[in-house]
């Protein structure tokens, strides 16, 4: 993936001035060998910081070496000012973790007390409000520490991609979909710049790449692509047009950013002046790491893009559609095992899900829009959606959201998408998710989250959770099992 950050993970050891420098340095040393063992990629800070001057030190030392993203490890108590000092004056995403004491045998000259010194950095963390990363149980060995930060690299990378993300969109969003639309206000606390722009705007661009060399080489790459699934071959180089304008498009207006994501227009308009549906081409950006949403959402492009950094993998935005009819439950007890006929759904889109996370994809055309723009005719203009059955495995769907007074919330939950024929057209799959149709209910409806989900092909919770925890968003929900009631939850 081209379209995320690339992580260069730092550990620097901090050391209160009563207690041995060196056995805070010796633990920090101890960390990064363990790290090597187990081939998490983190480079050692050599200062150590005891005083406001190790903070300008170490800072100078991160920048020499490139480190985007930082843990402060407590080898003994830590003097907490310059603890937190250092995570205030560091420019990217910063973890919390502290050693455990090494031996029974060695509690007096070796004793480092970190497990106290921490809850003196979290109480300063808080008084400079900061949001650093602090894993669950943030003391342990060396091995432990390692693992620890190897959980804080994935969240590093969404963190760092939404700080740099400029999302584009083309279209005004539409009013048959009001639900996709929000206060834009919260993507600008987080860092996000958003970029509007006209149908208009993007017609000239694609009108400006027919007959360009770019044009007919990405026509001949979906050809091999598609290969049995190339249902209208004479569709390619047009939509291949399509491709190349939202490509330069982005590379000429990431500006300050590094990173982009797209939420577009697609329907009515969009085919009767392009003479195609987008859907493929939005599969084809997803499969490189840039997410084009849908019906101009750009809180679904945020959260898709979100995904792809949490997973190094392409995203998809699907609907949560429609239930699993009962008869379809029971013709699947093999595939369904314990889920209850609630926990499952069936997630859907028109065709925008990538060739990768799909079983035998092909080019079709789109059946909703062919009602209603081409009734009775072939197809022609609703042609170039991506169709198949999403492929069984582990998933995480994924929202974050500004609600209407501007506060951001999101919900995240693991599941997987079963190995059963959803009997339909587009991209579609039978998903699965524990407690679903109770999170459905108190979380989906109660907070008034709009019918898209951000799907990572992977359980990605733990990663999304801890991210948006460090954006600032206090609001994370997930599927509660059965012994936890939500707030609006009736206990009887």
């Known amino acids: 993936m081209k379209n995320i950050p690339a992580v260069k993970l730092g550990i620097v050891a901090v050391s209160r001035d009563c207690f041995p420098k060196e056995l ?3 633990r920090r040393r101890r960390v990064v060998a363990a790290c090597r063992q187990l081939r998490v990629p983190v480079t050692g800070v050599e200062t150590v910081v005891e005083n406001e001057q190790d903070v300008l030190k170490a800072l100078d030392e991160i920048r020499q070496k490139g480190i985007n993203a930082l843990a402060i490890y407590l080898g003994n108590f830590g003097p907490e000012g310059p603890t937190t000092l250092m995570a205030q004056k560091f420019a990217g995403p910063v973890m919390f973790a502290a050693a455990a004491e090494d031996s029974g045998k060695d509690l007096v000259q070796g004793r480092g007390d970190a497990y106290c010194g921490l809850l003196s950095a979290s109480y300063n963390a808080g008084l400079r409000r900061l949001r650093p990363y602090i894993p669950e149980y943030p003391i342990g060995d060396p091995e432990e520490i390692a693992a620890m930060l190897a959980d804080f690299l994935p969240v590093a990378r969404t963190v760092l991609g939404v700080r740099n993300l400029k999302i584009l969109s083309f279209g005004p969003r539409p009013f048959d979909f009001l639900t996709c639309h929000a206060p834009l206000q919260p993507l600008y606390d987080l860092g996000v710049e ?21 044009t007919k080489r990405a026509a001949r790459k979906m050809a091999q692509e598609l290969g049995r699934g190339n249902n209208y071959p004479d569709l390619l180089e047009k939509i291949a047009q399509y491709e190349c304008a939202l490509d330069k498009f982005m590379q000429a207006n990431l500006g300050a950013c ?44 945020l959260s898709e893009y979100m995904s792809v950094c949490a997973t ?29 006929l609630s926990d499952l759904w069936m997630g859907f889109h028109c065709g925008n899900a990538s060739a990768a996370c799909l079983v035998n994809p092909a080019m079709q055309y789109q059946l909703i829009m062919h009602r209603l723009q081409e009734p009775g005719r072939d197809p022609d203009v609703t042609r170039g959606t991506l169709e198949g059955q999403i492929k069984s495995g582990p998933i995480s769907i994924f929202r974050i959201q500004s609600t209407p007074e501007a506060h951001l919330q999101a919900y995240v939950a693991n599941g997987e998408v079963l190995n059963i024929n959803p009997r339909s057209f587009g991209s579609i799959g039978v998903f699965a998710v524990k407690e679903m149709g109770r999170f459905y209910r108190h979380v989906m409806i109660e907070k008034r989250f709009p019918h898209h989900t951000a799907v990572a092909f992977k359980h990605a919770g733990k990663i999304l959770f801890a991210a948006c925890r460090m954006l600032g968003v206090d609001d994370v929900c997930f599927n509660q099992s059965r012994k936890m009631l939500y707030p609006s939850e009736n206990p009887f």
């Open 312 to 340: 190094d993998l392409p995203p998809a935005l699907l609907d949560i559609n429609n239930s699993v009819p009962r008869d379809m439950y029971e013709e699947g007890k093999k595939q369904v095992g314990d889920y209850a």
């Open 24 to 26: 805070s340095l010796k």
């Open 258 to 301: 590094q990173y982009a994501a797209f939420a577009n227009k697609c329907w009515p308009a969009f085919e009767k002046y392009f003479g195609h549906v987008p859907c493929y081409i939005n599969s084809r950006l997803a499969a490189r790491g840039v997410p084009v949403a849908c019906e101009a959402d750009i809180y679904g492009a």
């Open 194 to 214: 958003v970029m509007e722009n006209s149908e208009l705007d993007l017609l000239d661009l694609v009108l400006a790449e027919k007959g360009a060399p770019e």
